[in-house]
Nanobody, 113 residues
Framework: VQLVESGGGLVQAGGSLRLSCTAS????????MGWYRQAPGKQRELVAF???????NYADSVKGRFTISRDNAKNMVLLQMSSLKPEDTAVYYC????????WGQGTQVTVSS
C-alpha cells in the first residue's frame, strides 16, 4: 500500500490548509488512521487520530484547530487545519495508528509569523 500526502504549502499565521492522504488500497475503513508531523530536529508525533468507527482524538497542541475526517467515496483521509501557528511548521504524514505501512513522502507545511 502506498500512501500519498498532499495539500501542504506556505501560509501566514492564522491561516488554514487542508491536507489529503490517499492510498493505493482501500485501507481507511479497516484501520485506525492518524496524521503525524515531524518538525526539524524533532521526533515524528501523532497529531490527529481517526478510528474505524469515526471517533477522533487530537494532540493538545492542535485540539480545537485541526479536524481529521475520512472521505469514503474518494478513499481519502483529510486534515483540516485552521488558526495555524508557526509551531505547526513540519512535514505532515498519514499512516495507520500502528504505523505499519511504509511512510509516504509527506507534505510540507510552513507557517510564517
Amino acid at each position: 500500500v502506498q500512501l500519498v500526502e498532499s495539500g501542504g504549502g506556505l501560509v501566514q499565521a492564522g491561516g488554514s490548509l487542508r491536507l489529503s492522504c490517499t492510498a493505493s488500497g482501500n485501507i481507511f475503513l479497516i484501520n485506525h488512521m492518524g496524521w503525524y508531523r515531524q518538525a526539524p530536529g524533532k521526533q515524528r508525533e501523532l497529531v490527529a487520530f481517526l478510528s474505524r468507527s469515526g471517533g477522533t482524538n487530537y494532540a493538545d497542541s492542535v485540539k480545537g484547530r485541526f479536524t481529521i475526517s475520512r472521505d469514503n467515496a474518494k478513499n481519502m483521509v483529510l486534515l483540516q487545519m485552521s488558526s495555524l501557528k508557526p509551531e505547526d511548521t513540519a512535514v505532515y504524514y498519514c499512516n495507520t495508528y500502528n504505523q505499519d505501512l511504509e511512510w509516504g513522502q509527506g507534505t510540507q507545511v510552513t507557517v510564517s509569523s
